[in-house]
């Protein structure tokens, strides 16, 4: 598998060989959508809760008389049928949303999310990327000069200029290739990856 080679300044150069296992494999929808349910599901944090009838603030006086009314009988204004009542079945804080997901899986899910980037001319390699100072400035410049607006930078190590110059920019995403999510090789419109940062992805996904 051959993949786009780009310079710092936007020009097209020889392309970069890289191993089928990782960037020529075939799209398999179903299991990148495993991978990426799996992946928001267990980033999720059990926070949600609600009250069952014995929880909720209410009054324990009996809201009208038992008979006499038409209206069928009430004894408390807890009861789930009533508006401000408790839950039947409450969601608790304990809930566990994770899913379980084999590492064999997530790696296979990953491959074929960058495989079909390729395809699709979305992923492209630059030989190094760096900028002389952490000024957003000085980033945004060199991703227009690129050509991209919308894109996420995938390195080997961290670059804390590069870091820190992408903050406040709102489409633009710095990450190692280590920490490269499946949310996040799909969300943006161009991957950019280092020459460094293939050969680690060779190396963490084989």
Request: aromatic share 2%; no cysteine.
């Given at each position: 598998m051959e993949l786009k080679l780009i310079d710092q300044a936007g020009q097209s150069g020889a392309n970069v060989a890289a191993t089928d296992e990782v960037f020529g494999r075939e799209y398999n929808e179903a299991l990148i959508h495993q991978v990426v349910t799996a992946y928001m599901a267990n980033g999720r944090?059990?926070?949600?809760?609600?009250?069952?009838?014995?929880?909720?603030k209410h009054s324990t006086k009996k809201p009208f008389k038992q008979k006499g009314t038409g209206r069928a009988r009430a004894g408390m204004t807890s009861s789930p049928l009533w508006r401000?009542?408790?839950?039947?079945?409450?969601?608790?804080?304990?809930?566990?949303?994770?899913?379980?997901?084999?590492?064999k899986m997530y790696r296979a899910g990953v491959c074929s999310i960058l495989s079909q980037l390729a395809r699709e001319g979305r992923l492209t390699v630059v030989d190094q990327l760096s900028i002389d100072a952490p000024k957003t400035k000085l980033l945004a410049q060199k991703i227009k000069s690129m050509g991209f607006e919308q894109v996420?930078?995938?390195?080997?190590?961290?670059?804390?200029?590069?870091?820190?110059?992408?903050?406040?920019?709102?489409?633009?995403?710095?990450?190692?290739?280590?920490?490269?999510?499946?949310?996040?090789?799909?969300?943006?419109?161009?991957?950019?990856?280092?020459?460094?940062?293939?050969?680690k992805f060779e190396e963490l996904l084989k």
């Open positions: 944090r059990g926070t949600r809760a609600q009250k069952d009838r014995g929880e909720v401000g009542g408790g839950k039947i079945f409450p969601n608790r804080p304990d809930e566990n949303f994770s899913h379980k997901l084999n590492k996420l930078i995938v390195t080997d190590a961290v670059d804390e200029n590069l870091e820190l110059s992408s903050r406040n920019l709102p489409n633009v995403n710095v990450v190692t290739a280590s920490h490269a999510d499946p949310i996040s090789l799909i969300r943006h419109a161009n991957v950019l990856l280092t020459k460094k940062a293939v050969a």
